[in-house]
């Protein structure tokens, strides 16, 4: 797919993320838009999967290991193909499947029910380890946030799929530098990221998140390195595309109200109709 087909579609995701989480009135948006571009990528180029066979036993596995983030999974998984968009509009309303958290029982194309932080990659990491004992040829990924992996699981994990060789996972940081509590760096400093996943034999790929010739040098990349899982350290911007969130920590886990969604979606259509004329 040509890069800009990918960035209309990633701007239609974002477009998607605030629409859900202001008819809910609650949720993420701020890491949700983060990580919009690298969920399109690995939905829309990168991975074997089938929206009309969500079971399919040689598809690829993701894992949103940061599960809050729910919105832009949900937005990802409706754009391509996996349920109906309109559903997106039920997000944490009571009787509807999309949750505020991902749950495998009742959302096609889920793999893992996730939500308790750190956990997702162990997941991941059992997925993996289960393709190499089975002889299968999948491939796995999860995505983290970088608050997410000041958790000490994530680092037990990290060490057990270095040591097993496990070529067959991805891992990717959503580095968009803020949680919940403010800059990670102030909360408890995670960095170097890129240094500490060398250090459990990962190999080590540092990108820009928006930049899709940089997203698809990496996932290339991780296909090709041998005996190592592979971790994406993408630099992001929190609340990316829409310019009174960007870079907010406020934006963490808040809603729209009526004005600020409007102003919003303006901005967004504005950005897609920048593309339409590219």
Same mark, same amino acid.
């Given at each position: 797919?040509?890069?800009?087909?990918? &960035?209309?579609?990633?701007?239609?995701?974002?477009?998607?993320?605030?629409?859900?989480?202001?008819?809910?009135?609650?949720?993420?948006?701020?890491?949700?838009?983060?990580?919009?571009?690298?969920?399109?990528?690995?939905?829309?180029?990168?991975?074997?999967?089938?929206?009309?066979?969500?079971? $399919?036993?040689?598809?690829?596995?993701?894992?949103?290991?940061?599960?809050?983030?729910?919105?832009?999974?949900?937005?990802?998984?409706?754009?391509?193909?996996?349920?109906?968009?309109? +559903?997106? &509009?039920?997000?944490?309303?009571?009787?509807?499947?999309?949750?505020?958290?991902?749950? $495998?029982?009742?959302?096609?194309?889920? +793999?893992?029910? /996730?939500? #308790?932080?750190?956990?997702?990659?162990?997941?991941?990491v059992g997925m993996a380890l289960s393709a190499k004992l089975g002889n299968d040829n999948y491939? /796995?990924?999860?995505?983290?946030g970088d608050g997410e992996i000041q958790e000490g699981q994530v680092w037990e994990a990290a060490m057990f799929a270095g040591h097993k060789k496990l070529d067959n996972l991805v891992v990717?940081?959503?580095?968009?530098?803020?949680?919940?509590?403010?800059?990670?760096?102030?909360?408890?400093?995670?960095?170097?990221?890129?240094?500490?996943?060398?250090?459990?034999?990962?190999?080590?790929?540092?990108?820009?998140?928006?930049?899709?010739?940089?997203?698809?040098?990496?996932?290339?990349?991780?296909?090709?390195?041998?005996?190592?899982?592979?971790?994406?350290?993408?630099?992001?911007? $929190?609340?990316?595309?829409?310019?009174?969130?960007?870079?907010?920590?406020?934006?963490?886990? #808040?809603?729209?109200?009526?004005?600020?969604?409007?102003?919003?979606?303006?901005?967004?259509?504005?950005?897609?109709?920048?593309?339409?004329?590219?």
């Open positions: 797919m040509e890069i800009l087909e990918l &960035k209309k579609i990633a701007n239609e995701i974002r477009k998607d993320i605030i629409t859900s989480v202001f008819s809910a009135k609650s949720g993420h948006p701020g890491g949700s838009l983060s990580s919009a571009d690298i969920l399109t990528y690995l939905y829309f180029e990168e991975m074997n999967i089938d929206p009309k066979n969500p079971q $399919k036993q040689d598809r690829d596995r993701f894992i949103l290991s940061k599960g809050h983030v729910a919105p832009v999974y949900y937005s990802t998984l409706a754009n391509r193909g996996f349920f109906p968009k309109e +559903d997106l &509009k039920t997000l944490r309303k009571i009787g509807s499947y999309l949750q505020g958290h991902p749950d $495998k029982k009742h959302i096609p194309g889920v +793999d893992m029910s /996730t939500g #308790s932080l750190g956990q997702g990659i162990s997941a991941a491939r /796995t990924y999860t995505l983290l990717i940081i959503d580095n968009n530098g803020l949680q919940i509590d403010g800059n990670i760096e102030e909360v408890c400093s995670p960095y170097p990221i890129d240094e500490k996943f060398k250090s459990f034999n990962f190999h080590v790929i540092n990108i820009d998140a928006h930049n899709f010739d940089e997203i698809k040098m990496a996932f290339d990349e991780a296909r090709a390195i041998k005996d190592k899982p592979t971790a994406i350290i993408a630099k992001s911007i $929190k609340g990316k595309g829409i310019s009174f969130m960007e870079n907010q920590a406020c934006w963490h886990g #808040s809603a729209p109200n009526e004005e600020q969604y409007e102003l919003a979606m303006k901005e967004l259509n504005e950005v897609g109709e920048k593309l339409c004329q590219m």
